[in-house]
């Protein structure tokens, strides 16, 4: 078996918060040579995924903005590739937890911190979870299992955080790595006004 290699993506929030998606999201995915790409949710317009596909097979999950245009989305996915189960979800969780977390991400920032947890009660077996939503990127080990949010290319959740999208690549022997890759503040991607 050959290495895989998994462009990882969240968050592009098109056309509701930017017009168009960043200009380096299909070079790097190209270059990188990605044979699927895993979108995390927040889409907001089915055209974004048709535009990935072009580059490999898009595996999509539903955000807390895409109840409207991408309903039929799952809210989480259970994904092998070469024998790695991949769990996927947006990370919001329920209406009733999204609602609940939002005055304590106002009040004291985004933080992983509150979302693990449920993401790791959801993919029990999982030994990588793929989220999104906070726009933060995270690419860490914790007990076996690698969290990996790949921010978002659009929207940082800090003005100190870059622009992000990721990779990871899974090896012939089943050995997983993240990466994640920072991307220029073009003007290509600007936010609506």
């Not at 974004?48 to 109840?67: H, K, S, T």
């Not at 449920?118 to 007990?143: C, E, K, M, S």
């Not at 622009?163 to 899974?170: E, H, K, P």
Request: hydrophobic content about 45%; aromatic content about 8%; overall charge positive.
């Amino acid at each position: 078996m050959a290495m895989v290699v998994l462009g990882v993506i969240a968050d592009t929030h098109i056309p509701d918060r930017v017009r168009r998606l960043h200009p380096e999201v299909i070079p790097h995915f190209r270059a990188a040579g990605v044979q699927a790409i895993l979108h995390a949710g927040d889409i907001s317009a089915p055209a974004i995924l048709a535009e990935l596909e072009q580059v490999a097979p898009v595996f999509a999950v539903r955000g807390n903005r895409d109840w409207l245009w991408l309903p039929h989305l799952p809210s989480k996915r259970c994904l092998d590739f070469q024998g790695v189960q991949i769990g996927m979800a947006h990370g919001h969780g329920s209406w009733k937890q999204y609602l609940w977390d939002k005055p304590f991400f106002y009040r004291h920032g985004y933080q992983h911190s509150r979302l693990l947890p449920r993401l790791q009660a959801a993919f029990p077996d999982a030994r990588v979870i793929v989220f999104g939503h906070g726009h933060t990127a995270l690419n860490q080990w914790i007990d076996g299992q690698l969290f990996f949010n790949p921010g978002s290319p659009h929207l940082p959740d800090r003005k100190d955080l870059a622009r992000s999208i990721g990779v990871l690549r899974i090896s012939a022997e089943n050995e997983v790595s993240g990466e994640i890759l920072a991307l220029s503040n073009q003007a290509g991607s600007a936010t609506l006004a």
